[in-house]
């Protein structure tokens, strides 16, 4: 079965930067495109970032443009965000979530990691 897992959530300060991992199995890595979607206490889910197959295209919300870098290696079926400069508001809990083939459905989530930004 299709497996997404992500890590490297934890504690840090604002001002400080973490890298986090989704690890892919069961799946055809390479003919999924990759998102990160964060939610936080009492938001709706949003999408961070996403990168399409090959990594020729990549989208960032505006909030985290300039901060944050997705990216992946087809190698290793795994996709990563690098987040620099985390503010308090980026608190949340942070998904990856795998779509066949670029379409904008998402078929396959992860089970989250949690990110806490203290001020």
């Known amino acids: 079965q299709v497996q997404l897992v992500e890590s490297g959530g934890t504690l840090v300060q604002a001002g400080g930067s973490l890298r986090l991992s989704c690890a892919a199995s069961?799946?055809?890595?390479?003919?999924?495109?990759m998102g990160w979607f964060r939610q936080a206490p009492g938001k709706e889910r949003e999408i961070v970032a996403a990168?399409?197959?090959?990594?020729?295209?990549?989208y960032y919300a505006d909030s985290v443009k300039g901060r944050f870098t997705i990216s992946r290696d087809n190698a290793r079926n795994t996709v990563y965000l690098q987040m620099n400069t985390l503010k308090p508001e980026d608190t949340a809990v942070y998904y990856c979530?795998?779509?066949?083939?670029?379409?904008?459905?998402?078929?396959?989530w992860g089970q989250g990691t949690q990110v806490t930004v203290s001020s």
């Open positions: 069961g799946l055809t890595f390479s003919s999924y495109a």
């Open positions: 990168i399409s197959l090959s990594s020729d295209n990549t």
């Open positions: 979530a795998a779509s066949y083939g670029d379409s904008a459905a998402y078929n396959y």
